[in-house]
């Protein structure tokens, strides 16, 4: 059969050179869409917001009394430990250390069999999941970080730091956080391929997260040996180097190493997720969904 | 050479069920079990059967998110299971019962997203969506929230962002489902019109008769996999068994009466209803009734096309 002669269709085979410039606008458009979608719920970002405030101080006045008991713990000032809570409960929601985000739409779409629909689309799963998480990232850093922050800092002597170059490092880690946070949460949510519904996995994840992002409690105050793996884990990632960066805790060489783990998590994380990706779909067009 | 090319294409599942408390037994089902057939560029195919027939495995497959077990099948020229992603940029999928549209943003967001996604030239895109709003009569829509819609604009919206990347082949999969008499009307007004000026080829999947009688010159009636239909409307009459139906006003009440070529199928006072093959000419039955009873009125109904696939269902089920 001639294949060649295929008047009206556009060329097959690779797209014209933009291709990257074109793939780039795609999950721009994407990144921009979550965030405005987010930004439509006023009254549940309030009311989170409003929830992320009370824990802050639930929490602050406990490390408080904590940190009078025992000064200096795990070599925390106590003006640390009240900021170590805010930038926690910044973070909390915007690094989706619960879980959430991108993974509540996808396990939907499982459920209701709308992620065949995704496959008819000409768009990367994961790049198209990645940029939206993106999006809802950057609105959540805004309205449910900065606000529950700002009122902390009203009524808390907070460790705020001056330097911008520590601003950046920090923002920049919040960014791999998301990242290392994305890649978790993709491996878990790729499970309902095979579990058909993701949320026992994530359940468990939700624990694990809790306990070794430092959302409870700063990782290093782990005993024996717990403390020594805490902090290699991908999920210290997802709060610890982040607000220890804030805290001044990790500057100079320190910095680009707290950085630099987690970018290399981040790295394996994603790829892991494209393998999995990869046999996730095998298995849908070879054996059926 | 035709736009889609099916040989003999199968598809089987495997089915694990519970036999015991461990112990577990494999069955093979068919869920298509050797197709064949050939869809030219510009046609407008109905694809029918009842619920588990094959439609939507076969759907699957011309779109490339399943592989066949085995057999020949290319779009457009291609392997599909092989070039998903080219082909997608080729071919638009319309589901009644889901959705591709950004939930929470209004419609025009996702048309904007679709324009990124397939990368539609600037003016093509105006020109497309002109023409879209203009038939679906989306103008007062493209600012609400999708979830605002109610189902009949959602799936005029879904519609538009199927076609805005002018594909080749559109695929419809119950595309009126739930929708009222004045939306079903204007959807397949707006696919004949895509059909007919666009010339893209459509395939249709429905339970809703008059969506094929409307729009499609060939339906496909397909059951446990094969094809047991493939032809015109009036060539399904035939192989439908379908009846004709002659309705006799007699002079008084009386038991079913006997004419030859025809039978009594229901008897209500002086009326009597009689059922005769569709291809046979009424005249004679006529004849035989006015010969040999007092006849004060009749009239002929033609068949229902319903009632033509609900009996080739059922006979299909029980051969």
Same mark, same amino acid.
């Given at each position: 059969?001639?294949?060649?002669?295929?008047?009206?269709?556009?060329?097959? =085979?690779?797209?014209?050179?933009?291709?990257t410039?074109?793939?780039?606008?795609?999950?721009? &458009?994407?990144?921009?869409?979550?965030?405005?979608?987010?930004?439509?719920y006023?009254?549940?970002?309030?009311?989170?917001?409003?929830?992320?405030?009370v +824990?802050?101080?639930?929490?602050?006045?406990?490390f408080?009394?904590?940190?009078?008991?025992?000064?200096?713990?795990?070599?925390?000032?106590?003006a640390?430990?009240?900021?170590?809570?805010?930038?926690?409960?910044?973070?909390?929601?915007?690094?989706?250390?619960?879980?959430?985000g991108?993974?509540?739409?996808?396990?939907?779409?499982?459920?209701? =069999?709308?992620?065949?629909?995704?496959?008819?689309?000409?768009?990367? +799963?994961?790049?198209?999941?990645?940029?939206?998480?993106?999006?809802?990232?950057?609105?959540?850093?805004?309205?449910?970080?900065?606000?529950?922050?700002?009122? =902390? &800092?009203?009524v +808390?002597? @907070?460790?705020?730091?001056?330097?911008?170059?520590?601003?950046?490092?920090? *923002? @920049?880690?919040?960014?791999?956080?998301? *990242?290392?946070?994305?890649?978790?949460?993709?491996?878990?949510?790729?499970?309902?391929?095979?579990?058909?519904?993701?949320? =026992?996995?994530?359940?468990?994840?939700?624990?694990?997260?809790?306990?070794?992002?430092?959302?409870? @409690?700063?990782?290093?105050?782990?005993?024996? !040996?717990?403390?020594?793996?805490?902090?290699?884990?991908?999920?210290?990632?997802?709060?610890?180097?982040?607000?220890?960066? +804030?805290?001044?805790?990790?500057?100079?060489?320190?910095? @680009?190493?707290?950085?630099?783990?987690? &970018?290399?998590?981040?790295?394996v *994380?994603?790829? !892991?997720?494209?393998?999995?990706? !990869? *046999?996730?779909?095998?298995?849908?067009?070879?054996?059926?969904? | 050479?035709?736009?889609i090319?099916?040989?003999?294409v199968?598809?089987?599942?495997?089915?694990?069920?519970?036999?015991?408390?461990?112990?577990?037994?494999?069955?093979?089902?068919? #869920?298509?079990?050797?197709? $064949?057939?050939?869809?030219?560029a510009?046609?407008?195919v109905?694809?029918?059967?009842?619920?588990?027939?094959?439609?939507?495995?076969?759907?699957?497959?011309?779109?490339?998110?399943?592989?066949?077990?085995?057999?020949?099948?290319?779009?457009?020229?291609?392997?599909?299971?092989?070039?998903?992603?080219a082909?997608?940029?080729?071919?638009?999928?319309?589901?009644?019962?889901?959705?591709?549209?950004w939930?929470?943003?209004?419609?025009?967001?996702?048309?904007?997203?679709?324009?990124?996604?397939?990368?539609?030239?600037?003016?093509?895109?105006?020109?497309?969506?002109?023409?879209?709003?203009?038939?679906?009569?989306?103008?007062?829509?493209?600012?609400?929230?999708?979830?605002?819609?109610?189902?009949?604009?959602?799936?005029?919206?879904?519609?538009?962002?199927?076609?805005l990347?002018?594909?080749?082949?559109?695929?419809?999969?119950?595309?009126?489902?739930?929708?009222?008499?004045?939306s079903?009307?204007?959807?397949?007004?707006?696919?004949?019109?895509?059909?007919?000026?666009?010339? $893209?080829?459509?395939?249709?999947?429905?339970?809703?008769?008059?969506?094929?009688?409307?729009?499609?010159?060939?339906?496909m009636?397909?059951?446990?996999?094969?094809?047991?239909?493939?032809?015109?409307?009036?060539?399904?009459?035939?192989?439908?068994?379908?009846?004709?139906?002659? /309705?006799?006003?007699?002079?008084? #009440?009386?038991?079913?009466?006997?004419?030859?070529?025809?039978?009594?199928?229901? /008897?209500?006072?002086?009326?009597?209803?009689?059922?005769?093959?569709?291809?046979?000419?009424?005249?004679?039955? /006529?004849?035989?009734?006015?010969?040999?009873?007092?006849?004060?009125?009749?009239?002929?109904?033609?068949?229902?096309?319903?009632?033509?696939?609900?009996?080739?269902? #059922?006979?299909?089920?029980?051969?």
């Amino acid at each position: 059969m001639p294949v060649s002669a295929k008047p009206g269709g556009p060329p097959r =085979g690779r797209p014209p050179r933009t291709a990257t410039a074109g793939a780039a606008r795609v999950y721009l &458009a994407v990144a921009a869409g979550s965030f405005r979608r987010y930004s439509t719920y006023r009254a549940a970002t309030l009311a989170g917001a409003f929830t992320n405030t009370v +824990f802050g101080f639930i929490l602050a006045y406990s490390f408080l009394a904590l940190w009078q008991a025992r000064p200096g713990l795990g070599g925390y000032d106590t003006a640390q430990a009240v900021t170590y809570i805010w930038v926690s409960q910044a973070l909390l929601v915007t690094v989706a250390v619960w879980g959430g985000g991108f993974q509540d739409d996808v396990q939907e779409r499982f459920r209701t =069999g709308d992620i065949a629909v995704d496959l008819y689309r000409p768009v990367d +799963f994961q790049g198209w999941w990645l940029a939206g998480d993106l999006g809802r990232a950057g609105f959540h850093l805004v309205a449910r970080g900065a606000a529950p922050m700002i009122a =902390g &800092a009203l009524v +808390f002597d @907070l460790r705020v730091p001056h330097d911008p170059l520590v601003w950046a490092g920090f *923002l @920049l880690s919040v960014l791999l956080a998301v *990242l290392v946070s994305f890649g978790l949460r993709y491996l878990v949510v790729l499970t309902g391929f095979w579990l058909h519904d993701s949320d =026992g996995v994530r359940s468990v994840m939700l624990v694990v997260s809790m306990f070794f992002s430092g959302m409870l @409690l700063p990782i290093g105050l782990f005993p024996g !040996l717990l403390g020594e793996i805490a902090p290699l884990l991908p999920w210290a990632s997802l709060v610890q180097v982040p607000t220890d960066v +804030f805290l001044e805790r990790s500057t100079g060489a320190g910095l @680009l190493g707290a950085l630099g783990f987690q &970018a290399a998590w981040a790295v394996v *994380l994603l790829a !892991l997720g494209r393998i999995v990706q !990869l *046999l996730a779909t095998r298995r849908v067009v070879v054996q059926g969904g | 050479m035709a736009l889609i090319e099916l040989e003999d294409v199968r598809r089987s599942f495997t089915v694990r069920t519970r036999t015991g408390r461990l112990r577990r037994e494999k069955r093979e089902v068919h #869920a298509v079990d050797g197709l $064949t057939f050939d869809i030219e560029a510009g046609a407008c195919v109905g694809y029918i059967g009842p619920n588990g027939a094959g439609k939507s495995t076969t759907i699957k497959m011309l779109t490339g998110i399943l592989v066949p077990s085995s057999g020949q099948l290319r779009v457009a020229g291609v392997d599909p299971a092989r070039e998903r992603t080219a082909l997608a940029r080729r071919i638009g999928v319309v589901f009644g019962q889901r959705t591709t549209l950004w939930w929470d943003l209004p419609l025009r967001d996702s048309y904007e997203l679709a324009r990124r996604i397939y990368r539609i030239p600037d003016a093509r895109y105006r020109a497309n969506l002109d023409r879209c709003v203009e038939l679906l009569e989306l103008g007062g829509l493209l600012d609400t929230p999708v979830r605002q819609l109610s189902l009949g604009q959602r799936m005029r919206g879904d519609l538009a962002a199927a076609l805005l990347h002018d594909p080749q082949v559109l695929y419809l999969d119950e595309p009126t489902i739930g929708l009222d008499v004045v939306s079903k009307g204007r959807v397949r007004e707006f696919l004949r019109q895509v059909n007919r000026e666009q010339g $893209t080829t459509v395939l249709l999947t429905t339970h809703d008769l008059v969506d094929i009688e409307q729009l499609c010159d060939r339906v496909m009636v397909i059951d446990h996999g094969r094809l047991v239909h493939d032809g015109d409307l009036a060539g399904l009459h035939a192989v439908g068994m379908s009846e004709r139906t002659l /309705v006799v006003d007699l002079a008084e #009440a009386r038991p079913p009466i006997e004419v030859a070529g025809a039978r009594v199928v229901k /008897v209500d006072g002086p009326r009597q209803w009689l059922a005769f093959p569709a291809q046979q000419s009424a005249a004679p039955v /006529v004849a035989a009734v006015a010969e040999r009873y007092p006849l004060v009125d009749l009239s002929v109904r033609e068949p229902a096309i319903e009632d033509v696939i609900a009996k080739m269902y #059922a006979r299909v089920a029980i051969g």
